[in-house]
C-alpha cells in the first residue's frame, strides 16, 4: 500500500451513488467465509486473472466510491445563523422591533446593541473552535495493488469494487471487506476493531467453527485493519457504506443528540422566558389600571421584560467555555465542540478502552520461565536465538524477544550458526531453527503454540534434570501452563532438541522434543495509569473498562492498576439483556469484556438513563458508536479517522493524567457559567416581587423605561469578566451535573432577599425623603440601590465562602465590579442626567445606600449558608 496525493475519478462516472442494492448485498459476511473459494468468486462475478477495466468502471459507477462518510463541516454562514437562533436573541429582537416600531428609538437602539454584542461573540468563538478542529480532520489516501485484466496495478483506494482481486503484503491497510483466498503466514492486526494488542491470524481455508463475532472469521479482513507480516490474496466483497466500517459509519454521522449542559441551559432559558409571559403582562395590566396610561405602562412592561432576559447567557457560555478551551489546548487537550467542555467537568462516569489507554499499546516480553514458572535465562536464551535467525519477517512478539539486547553478548549469540529452518504455517502453529553451537553440536529450537510444542514433546526439563512426559505429567504440565493464559499473557512454549547432522531439516524432525519452558508475552500498564485512576476517583469520576478484549487480559491490566476485578462482563451476556437488564447491572459492574461496537453504545446509553453523565475515551473504529452516544467523546490525535470525527475532544496524549487535567479545568467553567445564571436568575425573580408591588400603590412608574434598561445594560457589563474568575478548590472537587433543582431553590432562596431591601428604599424614598410626588428622585434612588446591590451581590453569590475573606474573585471581576458601581453613582451628576431622567439625591441617601448594602450582604450569607447546611445547593 502507497501514499497517493490525490485520488480522480474517470470523468464519465459522473456523482457517485451509494444506494444501489448490489447483487450481493444480501450476502452475510459468513456466508463468504463458510463457501469455497471458487464459490465467493462466482458470486461477485469476478475470476482470478481480476476484473476487466471496463468492468471496474462500470461497477464504481453503479455502485459508487469506496469511502465511508464524514462529518460534515458548516461554512461561517451556518455558524452565523447558529448564533442567531436562540430564544434570547430572538425575543430581544422582537422588543427591539417594537419599541423601534412605537418611537422609543433610545430603548430599540440599547436592545439592539445587546443583541450585536452578544452575537458576533458568539459568532467569533464559535468560527475559531471550528477552524481548530478542521486541522485535526486531514485525511490521507492510499492505493491498493488490485490485478485487472490479468495485471498487477495500484489503483487508488476510493476506486475499488466488488470483485477486484486485491494483494497484500506486510504494512498493507486492508482496504475493503475481502475474503482470503491465498495466504502465507498471514498476520493481521485488528486493535482498532477489538482492542486486542496482539495480532491476528487470518487463512485463505474455509471457515468450519461457528464464530460469535464477523470479526473472528479466520479468512475475512476488515476495511481499517492492516498487515503484520506475510502475504496474501483476497477478493474484494465489500465497499463503502457496506464494509463493516461503512455500516458503523452511517450510524456515527447522524445528527449528535443534545448533551445535558445544552439540555440544562435550555430549561432555564425556557424558565426564564416563563417568568416572563406571567411578570410582563402583570406589570403592563397594573401600571395601566393603576397609572391610566397604558402607552406608558406598555414601554415599562416592555423594558421589564428586557431587565429580565438574560441575554448576556450565549456570550457567558461561549466566552467561558472559549477561554476553558484556550486552557486546555495548553494542557494537550483540543476542544472540537466547545459546550463538551461543561460535559467533561460534568462527568462521573468515564468508560475507556484498555489498549493504549490504561496499557503502553506495545507488548513485551514479560516472563521467560521454566515449567514451574520460574525465571529461567535458558529459555530466554533459545527463544532469543530462534527469533534471531529465522529468516521470515519478524512480527510483534519476535520484535519483544529481540528487544532483550543483553542476550546478544551475555550468550555470544555470534557464535551460533544457522543450519536450516522449518517456516512457521498454520497448520502446526510453530517454527523452528537449527543451528550449529558454538561446542558444534547441531541443536534444532522450536517455538509455537504451546498445544502445539506438547504434542512433539518426549521429555521436560526441570533444574537441569530430564524427564518423561507421560500423561499425569503433561496434565500438571497444562495446569501451570494455564495460570499464565488466567493471568492474561500470550504464552509460547519453547523445546529443543540435539540432533545429528543432515542435508535438510523438515516437519518431521519436530519430534522427540525436550519441552524447556515458556516465553510469556502482555501489553503492560502505563506508570501513570495506577496514579491517575485514584486521581479520577478521588476527583468523583468512577472508571469502566469497555473493551473487545478477553477477560483474562483484561482482569490482568485492571488488577495492576487499581480498578475493581469483582464485576465483570462479557459481550455474550450483553448480548442477550434486555435494556431494563442491562440498566440493573451496568452501575456495579467495572470491566466489560469481548464487547462489541453496539455492546459499548448500549453501556453508554444504559448509563445516561441511570442518570451519570457518562465520558468514553477511545481511538478504534469499534469506539465510534459509543463516541457518538456518549455526553462527551474523547479521542486522541492518533486515532482512526472516524474516532476523531466522532469525538468531541482530541487529547494529544493518550493519557488518563491528561484527561484528569481536562476534567478540573471543564468544571471550572461550568462553576463560572453556573455564577451568571444564580445571579441573573436570582436578581429577575426579586425583581419581580419589587416591579410588582411597586406597580400596584406607586401613583407613578417605579423607574423609567429607559433606566431599566440602562441598569440592565450596566449590570450584564459588570458580569462580562466572569469566565475570568477564580474558583475555590471545593467547587471543582466533585462533579457538577447540571441540576435544575439546585438552580430553582437558589432563584426562591436568594431573590426575594433583594426584594426585602428594595421595599426597604421604596420606605426611604417616600417616608424620609418624601417622594409620594417626586417621581424623578424616587427613581434615581431606586436605580442607585438596585445597580449597586446587585452588582456587589455577585462576589456574595459567586463562591460558597466568606467572600472577601475566604476567597476573592479575580482582578478584572472586582475592577468592572468597582467601575460599574462608580459609574452607577456618577449618573444622577452627569451631563446626560436629564435624558436618562436622573436628578441629585440628597447627601444623607448615601450612608442609607452603604446600610442598606452592608445588610443586604449579610443576610444573603447567612441565606446561602444555611441553604448549603440543608444540601440544597
Known amino acids: 500500500m502507497k501514499i497517493f496525493p490525490s485520488s480522480i475519478l474517470p470523468r464519465r462516472l459522473g456523482l457517485p451513488k451509494q444506494n444501489g442494492d448490489r447483487f450481493q448485498s444480501t450476502q452475510s459476511l459468513t456466508q463468504f467465509a463458510v463457501s469455497e473459494i471458487d464459490e465467493v468468486l462466482r458470486r461477485v462475478g469476478t475470476q482470478l486473472s481480476g476484473l476487466s477495466e471496463d468492468e471496474a468502471l462500470d461497477r464504481l459507477e453503479k455502485y459508487g466510491p469506496n469511502t465511508v462518510a464524514q462529518e460534515k463541516r458548516y461554512g461561517r454562514l451556518h455558524l452565523f445563523g447558529k448564533a442567531l437562533i436562540n430564544p434570547l436573541i430572538i425575543l430581544l429582537s422582537i422588543l427591539a422591533v417594537v419599541s423601534a416600531l412605537t418611537g422609543d428609538l433610545r430603548a430599540a437602539f440599547v436592545m439592539s446593541l445587546m443583541v450585536v454584542v452578544s452575537v458576533l461573540l458568539r459568532f467569533i468563538q464559535e468560527a475559531r473552535a471550528d477552524s481548530a478542529a478542521a486541522k485535526l480532520k486531514a485525511m490521507i489516501r492510499v492505493t491498493a495493488t488490485v490485478v ?6 495500484e489503483v487508488p483506494l476510493s476506486e475499488l469494487v466488488t470483485g477486484d482481486i486485491v494483494k497484500f503484503s506486510a504494512g498493507d491497510m486492508i482496504p475493503a471487506d475481502v475474503r482470503l483466498i491465498e495466504s502465507k503466514d498471514f498476520f493481521v492486526i485488528q486493535s482498532i476493531l477489538t482492542g486486542e494488542s496482539f495480532p491476528v491470524e487470518k487463512t485463505h481455508l474455509k471457515e468450519n467453527k461457528v464464530v460469535k463475532s ?17 502475504t ?10 457496506r464494509t463493516y466500517l461503512g455500516r458503523m459509519a452511517r450510524s456515527i454521522v447522524e445528527q449528535q443528540p443534545q448533551t445535558a449542559f445544552d439540555k440544562g441551559v435550555a430549561r432555564f432559558t425556557w424558565l426564564m422566558i416563563r417568568f416572563m409571559m406571567v411578570m410582563v403582562p402583570l406589570v403592563f395590566v397594573i401600571n395601566g389600571i393603576t397609572k391610566g396610561d397604558w402607552k406608558e405602562a406598555f414601554f415599562f412592561a416592555l423594558s421589564v421584560a428586557v431587565g429580565m432576559t438574560p441575554e448576556m447567557l450565549p456570550m457567558i457560555v461561549t466566552v467561558c467555555l472559549s477561554r476553558g478551551a484556550m486552557a486546555m489546548s495548553k494542557k494537550k487537550v483540543i476542544v472540537k465542540h466547545l459546550n463538551s467542555i461543561q460535559n467533561l467537568g460534568a462527568m462521573d462516569v468515564l468508560c475507556t478502552d484498555k489498549t493504549g489507554t490504561l496499557t503502553m499499546d506495545r507488548v513485551v516480553l514479560e516472563k521467560h520461565c521454566d515449567l514451574m514458572l520460574e525465571e529461567n535465562e535458558e529459555v530466554l536464551l533459545l527463544a532469543y536465538l530462534n527469533s534471531h535467525f529465522q529468516t521470515s519477517l519478524k512480527n510483534v512478539l519476535d520484535r519483544a524477544v529481540l528487544a532483550h539486547r543483553e542476550v546478544h553478548d551475555q550468550f555470544h549469540v555470534p557464535d551460533y550458526i544457522k543450519e536450516d529452518e522449518i517456516p512457521f504455517d498454520f497448520n502446526r502453529r510453530l517454527m523452528s531453527v537449527v543451528l550449529k553451537t558454538p561446542k558444534g553440536e547441531n541443536l534444532l529450537i522450536c517455538k509455537g503454540a504451546p498445544e502445539e510444542v506438547f504434542k512433539r514433546c518426549s521429555r521436560f526439563e526441570y533444574k537441569n534434570d530430564l524427564y518423561n512426559i507421560d500423561e499425569m505429567w503433561l496434565n500438571d504440565i497444562r495446569i501451570e501452563y494455564d495460570k499464565l493464559g488466567r493471568d492474561g499473557f500470550r504464552v509460547l512454549a519453547i523445546a529443543y532438541r540435539y540432533m545429528e547432522k543432515k542435508p535438510a531439516y523438515s516437519k518431521e524432525d519436530e519430534r522427540d522434543l525436550i519441552l524447556k519452558g515458556y516465553v510469556a508475552f502482555f501489553d503492560p500498564p502505563k506508570e501513570t495509569a ?20 478477553n477477560e483474562a487480559v483484561t482482569r490482568k491490566v485492571c488488577k495492576d492498576v487499581e480498578i475493581p476485578t469483582a464485576h465483570v462482563i462479557n459481550g455474550d451476556d450483553v448480548e442477550h439483556m434486555t435494556d431494563e437488564d442491562l440498566e440493573g447491572i451496568v452501575e456495579e459492574t467495572t470491566i466489560f469484556t469481548r464487547l462489541a461496537p453496539a455492546h459499548k453504545q448500549r453501556i453508554v446509553r444504559a448509563l445516561q438513563r441511570k442518570g451519570h453523565v457518562v465520558g468514553f475515551l477511545g481511538d478504534g473504529i469499534n469506539d465510534a458508536p459509543a463516541l457518538r452516544a456518549a455526553d462527551v467523546g474523547i479521542s486522541v490525535d492518533s486515532a482512526v479517522d472516524i474516532a476523531k470525527e466522532s469525538a468531541d475532544l482530541i487529547l494529544l496524549e493518550k493519557s488518563l493524567m491528561v484527561l484528569e487535567e481536562g476534567i478540573l479545568e471543564g468544571r471550572k467553567v461550568f462553576a463560572n457559567i453556573l455564577k451568571y445564571i444564580r445571579m441573573g436568575a436570582s436578581s429577575a425573580f426579586g425583581n419581580m416581587f419589587s416591579v410588582v408591588g411597586a406597580s400596584a400603590f406607586l401613583p407613578f412608574l417605579p423607574m423609567a423605561p429607559l433606566q431599566i434598561l440602562t441598569n440592565n445594560m450596566l449590570y450584564d457589563f459588570s458580569q462580562v469578566p466572569i469566565p475570568t474568575d477564580n474558583v475555590d478548590h471545593d467547587e471543582i472537587k466533585n462533579p457538577r451535573p447540571w441540576s435544575m433543582g439546585e438552580i430553582t431553590r437558589f432563584i426562591l432562596f436568594i431573590g426575594p432577599c433583594s426584594s426585602i431591601f428594595d421595599y426597604t428604599t421604596y420606605f426611604i424614598m417616600l417616608y424620609i425623603f418624601d417622594c409620594w410626588k417626586n417621581a424623578p428622585l424616587f427613581q434615581t434612588g431606586w436605580f442607585i440601590e438596585s445597580l449597586l446591590t446587585q452588582t456587589f451581590i455577585i462576589h456574595v453569590i459567586r463562591t460558597k465562602k466568606v467572600p472577601f475573606v475566604e476567597s476573592l474573585a479575580s482582578r478584572p471581576l472586582i475592577l468592572t465590579t468597582m467601575v460599574i458601581m462608580m459609574i452607577g453613582m456618577w449618573l444622577p451628576y452627569s451631563p446626560i442626567a436629564g435624558t436618562l431622567g436622573f436628578v441629585r439625591p440628597p447627601l444623607m441617601y448615601w450612608p442609607l445606600v452603604v446600610l442598606t448594602l452592608v445588610c443586604y450582604m449579610v443576610l444573603t450569607q447567612i441565606v446561602k449558608v444555611w441553604l448549603m447546611r440543608k444540601r440544597w445547593i
Open 148 to 153: 485487472r485484466d490479468g495485471e498487477q496495478r
Open 214 to 230: 464477523p470479526v473472528e472469521l479466520s479468512n475475512i479482513c476488515f476495511l481499517g485493519t492492516s498487515v503484520e507480516s506475510g
Open 530 to 549: 495506577p496514579h491517575a485512576v485514584a486521581a479520577l476517583h478521588r476527583h468523583g469520576v468512577a472508571v469502566k473498562v469497555l473493551t473487545g478484549d
Open 232 to 241: 496474501a490474496t483476497a477478493v474484494v466483497i465489500e465497499t463503502g457504506f
